[in-house]
């Protein structure tokens, strides 16, 4: 079994188990010990229980095993074999030396599609690995040999179609099982006692709550529920299932169960959502909202039958509505045959918004409305055919916002009461009546508009103290407006709004309780008099605030133009769009009231003239003399504006729209009198030339999608912000167009004519907050240098879709050197032919420019026309650039590579960002010889699964300053430059895990963290060792007979030490390991034939220690070695953990139940010491209890 620091494996795309191990202690099959996890050590685990033999060959002749092969530390890999035959042969037909490996494999291998029973004879195995290949069976017997033994079992990007998952139970300890990529159809409930790593693992009930399951890519078709249940009810955490790329489709039973929506949010890729089957609730519809977290039902196709039978007959769609903790809405739109919603029409289902529109609806049964009534925040019926409501429920309805009963047929409103509603619309209905006795205190809102209401009840609105607004417009409240009729009290209303009733006149009375801030519209009516006994009271009240006011005016003196005022934007807006040119002339200069009251409104004036084909000019005057803050003019014949008509409002005019028109000319001339003017817009006409333009205060200017073909020189716009000139013929820009917009943030000249060539100076702009330049589609093939300038850090240049080739260093290096300072710059060069030229990817800031392009494929940095078996690859999102030889042939390739290629060499020489080589799965390179890399450095080496046998030390030399991993593993390495490790400056990480190394020197590092020797030869430590940064030291199986003296006595910072597996027993002598790190948390000897520790063979250990012991030949804890090490792990939570070794509990231990911490060290230090068959506690319990009753030399003597 191979041991790979995690941070090494993720570098190299292999990625260990990402969980940890539980908090509670797993059980070890056979033995009946309790183990207790170490969640900080999730990898170290599986080595340390493993049962290697060391310093002995483990494999047969590899001929006769021919053509799998069998390496020194314990891999088969029948990679080649050419069916199951040949595998079944080699381990069947040949005596093997060893029937404990560590790993079965077969990769990318199509020939073997199975896996008989009896395939591995009596072998085991910790791992069998099995990826990329046409497996499509596996006999159960075919794993149980290796029941007691196999810790992870992956068969990925097969062919499987079933799993024999009734044999997981009796794999004791198996932690991981991945079947991604196969063609599983289902997954049964199965249980593991064992099972932790669910990296791509199928699902276990017991999960903890964090787990994730990785199912994605097979071909799972359902969710059933015995096997998905239990799982989901474990994930109470952070887990979840990856379900996707599988034809999954949602069970019912998931809909149904009253958890779902919490489950819902655990199934990633499963094709679920709230609703159940549309063909369950036919014709209506569900549909789940996940951004609003909302489930609409949309009855709009049913008629009543068809709606009562889904909310009552189908308990899918009661489960949902009850259990969904989300927004819950009823909708029915454009129904013309449902006439009415029936006594119990939804069941017991409630609703937060029902909103029916456009529908013959004449009748809602009260009950229809109650079963939300505790629920219910909006009901909208409109444009439907109503004629009666149940307003006498709305008492109990203790939610209620908003009813909205617009555009029905209702003819009466009884008198009703809520303490909860704030806004009521019953407007265009066939109201007549309003019956007295209203009770709504919270009502913000009452809108009764354009109903033939000829008066108001008394009393109306005088307890509504929170009402804002009243609208009563278009109703026949005339001739006389009688007292009493508006009685308001409340300090927030702002409008009333009584336009249009046909009024004449008004009683002294008629409306009251006025504040400061209430505009009361009285337009459209016939008042002639402002009587002082009606108007005074009211206006004494509106001069108390800066906003309340009186609007009289009329309409028809101004026709066909109109006049209307919005109240809550402060704005009076003359609409001339039915009219002609002399009517708009003759409404503002032959009617003196609309010059006075337009002159002397303050606030904002709008022109306003649409759909008009009619007009052709605005003349001279046309508007008087009165101004405007908006000109809004769009859709129209206007061909013509005479500068008069702008001029007007020259001191005013905030905002210019002419557009889609037919305007060939417009007086740019009068700009520079326009003093207020921030906006102009002339889209979408006929403009074919701009003159010079001039204004001081000018920001946005939008002239796209004219005909223009000519802009001419001398622009002068210091404070433009937006210029837009797109979808026009031009063909080429002013020299210095931009030249004084200093506060210039966008331009868009897209859609243009601009190329083929976009010359020297064409765009210089001289802004520092410029964030968008939009050049698209403007048939670019070549920028010239200096095209574009003056960008900033935060500027975006789109060039795409235009037909440039070339990324020449010229033209573009100064663009990309601009947008790369600072900021989120970008150049977008989607939709052209360009190739990455190589100076880019040369250049040394490379990874920082290509972060800044897109729509440029620099992903491969190989040259295309270099011949080199090693391929090279960026990453413009980490900004590595890795050099992958895994497909040479030879080291003198991999030479040549670096050598023979300067692209390459240059490339990587000069590449500011992460450096890595990798080289996996290599049977052909052996050697890695002198100077192999030329000059270039890496940070990361990682060599794996390869038959490397020796390594020049220049070859890591090269990159000494840079060099932060070096990986040299599940190779066959038989020695090690080590003596350059002083001068390896960088190196924090050194994996040489299962090669043939077999000795190791005195090893010198200042910047080593984590060193890992493990599934070696290594007889032979030499002593000497300095490593004072060294948090790791992993030397496990390995025939070690003895440690050197002082091997960690400098290691300060040592955080974990393991030497499992190797052979220093079976005498442990006095000061073989002496630790002196504050930070210890492991110490690992697991499996080392110790029968006996000399005093003081290990000490240093800490408080919180755990040591392991386990799998040796001690019998006796001697009081000498062991009683310090006691002491010092039962002052914290430290352990020593003996299980498997054939301790006798006999007077030899009485001072362990002697000493006065016995009780706690046997519980907590020891972990469930357990005795040798033969002897028992009990005895030396008895010991303890004759020494509490009896002389100590008495009870000694005895015993």
């Not at 308001?488 to 801030?517: C, K």
């Not at 005498?1067 to 029968?1091: D, E, K, M, R, Y």
Request: aromatic share 8%; glycine share 6%; hydrophobic share 40%.
């Amino acid at each position: 079994m191979l041991l790979i620091a995690a941070d090494a494996l993720k570098e190299a795309g292999i990625h260990p188990a990402t969980h940890s191990l539980p908090s509670t202690p797993a059980k070890m099959q056979g033995c009946g010990a309790v183990l207790p996890c170490l969640p900080f050590l999730p990898c170290l685990l599986l080595l340390l229980f493993s049962s290697g033999t060391a310093g002995q060959s483990l494999c047969p002749d590899l001929e006769a095993i021919a053509p799998c092969s069998c390496h020194s530390n314990g891999i088969v890999d029948c990679s080649r074999a050419n069916s199951s035959d040949e595998i079944f042969s080699a381990f069947n037909d040949v005596v093997w030396p060893s029937t404990t490996l560590s790993e079965f494999r077969l990769m990318q291998n199509e020939a073997v599609t199975d896996l008989p029973a009896g395939t591995f004879g009596n072998v085991t195995f910790q791992e069998i690995r099995i990826q990329n290949g046409s497996l499509a069976t596996v006999d159960p017997s075919a794993l149980l040999p290796s029941k007691g033994r196999l810790l992870r079992l992956s068969i990925e990007s097969g062919r499987l179609t079933a799993f024999p998952f009734d044999v997981l139970p009796r794999l004791a300890l198996l932690r991981a099982l991945s079947l991604a990529g196969n063609s599983l159809t289902s997954v049964p409930a199965v249980a593991s006692p064992s099972l932790e790593d669910l990296d791509e693992a199928i699902p276990i009930p017991g999960l903890t709550s964090n787990a994730v399951l990785n199912l994605w890519s097979n071909n799972i078709t359902g969710l059933p529920e015995d096997t998905f249940l239990p799982i989901l009810e474990d994930l109470e955490g952070n887990g979840f299932i990856l379900l996707a790329r599988n034809p999954i489709q949602c069970d019912t039973w998931f809909v149904l169960n009253p958890n779902y929506t919490k489950y819902l949010q655990k199934l990633w890729g499963s094709n679920c959502d709230l609703c159940p089957d549309s063909d369950v609730i036919s014709p209506c519809t569900c549909t789940y909202d996940e951004l609003y977290s909302e489930v609409t039902m949309d009855c709009s196709q049913a008629n009543s039958s068809e709606i009562f039978w889904a909310f009552n007959d189908f308990p899918e769609i009661f489960n949902l509505f009850t259990n969904y903790g989300g927004q819950r809405k009823f909708s029915m739109q454009s129904n013309w045959v449902v006439d009415d919603l029936p006594k119990g029409v939804f069941g017991n289902v409630s609703f937060d918004t029902i909103y029916i529109s456009d529908t013959t609806l004449a009748s809602v049964d009260p009950s229809a409305v109650l079963s939300s009534k505790d629920r219910l925040e909006q009901l909208t019926i409109f444009q439907s055919s109503l004629k009666d409501f149940p307003f006498q429920i709305l008492s109990q309805m203790s939610n209620l916002k908003t009813l909205s009963l617009a555009y029905t047929a209702l003819k009466s409103v009884p008198a009703f009461a809520s303490s909860v509603l704030e806004y009521l619309r019953i407007w265009n209905n066939q109201i007549n009546t309003l019956d007295p006795g209203w009770s709504l205190p919270n009502l913000k809102m009452l809108d009764i508009s354009y109903n033939p209401i000829t008066k108001l009840p008394p009393g109306l609105v005088k307890n509504m103290k929170n009402l804002t607004l009243f609208d009563a417009s278009g109703c026949q409240l005339g001739s006389i407006f009688p007292n009493g009729s508006l009685e308001f009290d409340s300090g927030s209303l702002y409008a009333v709004y009584l336009q249009q009733n046909n009024i004449t006149g008004l009683e002294s009375l008629a409306i009251t309780g006025l504040n400061g801030d209430t505009q009361v519209n009285l337009m459209g009516n016939n008042i002639t008099q402002l009587t002082e006994d009606s108007f005074r009271p009211m206006l004494q009240n509106l001069s108390q605030g800066a906003n309340g006011q009186i609007l009289l005016w009329g309409l028809e003196f101004i026709s066909p133009c109109a006049c209307s005022s919005d109240g809550i934007a402060g704005e009076v807006i003359m609409d001339c769009s039915q009219a002609n040119s002399s009517e708009i002339f003759s409404a503002f200069n032959d009617v003196p009231a609309v010059s006075a009251i337009l002159m002397n409104y303050e606030g904002k004036r709008q022109f306003f003239m649409q759909n008009n084909w009619i007009v052709n000019d605005l003349p001279e005057g046309v508007f008087g003399n009165v101004s405007f803050d908006n000109i809004y003019i769009q859709n129209t014949n206007l061909v013509t504006v005479d500068p008069t008509a702008l001029l007007s409002s020259k001191d005013r005019l905030d905002q210019l729209t002419i557009s889609q028109s037919r305007l060939v000319d417009f007086p740019f001339n009068v700009l520079p009198q326009m003093s207020r003017l921030r906006t102009l817009d002339l889209a979408y006409n006929a403009l074919a030339s701009v003159p010079a333009i001039g204004s001081s205060v000018l920001e946005n200017l939008r002239l796209w999608n004219n005909q223009i073909n000519t802009l001419e020189s001398g622009w002068s716009l210091p404070n433009l912000k937006i210029l837009d000139i797109s979808y026009n013929p031009i063909s080429e820009l002013p020299p210095g167009l931009f030249e004084n917009m200093t506060n210039l943030t966008n331009v868009d000249a897209s859609h243009c004519n601009l190329g083929p060539i976009l010359s020297n100076g064409s765009l210089s702009f001289q802004s520092e907050v410029l964030t968008e330049v939009d050049l698209q589609q403007n048939n670019i093939v070549r920028l010239e240098p200096g095209a574009i300038a003056g960008l900033t850090g935060d500027t975006w240049v789109y060039l795409s879709d235009n037909n440039i080739t070339d990324l020449t260093e010229d033209s573009f290096l100064p663009i990309l050197e601009a947008i790369s300072e600072g900021g989120d710059g970008q150049l977008i060069l989607q939709g052209n032919p360009i190739q990455c030229d190589p100076w880019l990817v040369l250049h040394p800031d490379s990874a920082k420019f290509m972060h800044r392009l897109q729509g440029i494929d620099c992903g491969s940095c190989s040259n295309p026309n270099a011949n080199s078996s090693c391929s090279c690859i960026f990453d413009d999102i980490s900004g590595e650039v890795t050099v992958d030889c895994s497909q040479a042939s030879s080291g003198e390739e991999i030479f040549l590579a670096f050598n023979n290629y300067i692209w390459l060499s240059t490339l990587l020489a000069n590449y500011g960002g992460q450096r890595r080589f990798l080289m996996t799965e290599n049977r052909a390179v052996e050697e890695l010889a002198a100077g192999v890399f030329g000059n270039v450095t890496f940070d990361h080496i990682f060599i794996w699964d390869t038959n490397l046998v020796t390594v020049d030390s220049s070859a890591v030399l090269s990159s000494k300053d840079r060099l932060e991993q070096l990986t040299i593993a599940n190779s066959l390495l038989g020695d090690f430059p080590f003596q350059i490790l002083p001068l390896m400056i960088q190196l924090r990480g050194l994996q040489l895990d299962s090669n043939l190394l077999k000795s190791v020197p005195a090893l010198k590092s200042q910047s080593l963290q984590n060193l890992s020797l493990s599934f070696n030869q290594i007889e032979t430590l030499e002593s000497g060792w300095s490593m004072p940064n060294l948090e790791i030291l992993n030397l496990s199986y390995n025939p070690i007979s003895q440690f050197p003296s002082r091997l960690v006595d400098g290691m300060v910072k040592l955080n974990l030490f393991s030497a499992s597996g190797c052979n220093v027993g079976p005498t442990l002598s006095s000061g073989s390991l002496s630790f002196h790190s504050n930070a210890l948390q492991l110490v690992s000897l697991g499996g080392n034939n110790i029968a006996r520790l000399e005093a003081g063979a290990i000490t240093g250990l800490g408080v919180d220690t755990t040591f392991l012991l386990h799998e040796n030949d001690i019998k006796v804890l001697t009081e000498d070695s062991f009683e310090p090490i006691f002491e010092t792990l039962s002052l914290g939570n430290g352990k020593i953990l003996l299980l498997g070794n054939p301790i006798q509990c006999d007077t030899g231990m009485s001072w362990l139940l002697l000493h006065p911490n016995a009780a706690m060290i046997l519980k907590n230090v020891t972990d469930n010491l357990e005795c040798a068959k033969g002897t028992s506690l009990l005895d030396l319990l008895l010991l303890r209890f004759l020494n509490n009753v009896l002389p100590f030399q008495w009870v000694n003597s005895v015993a």
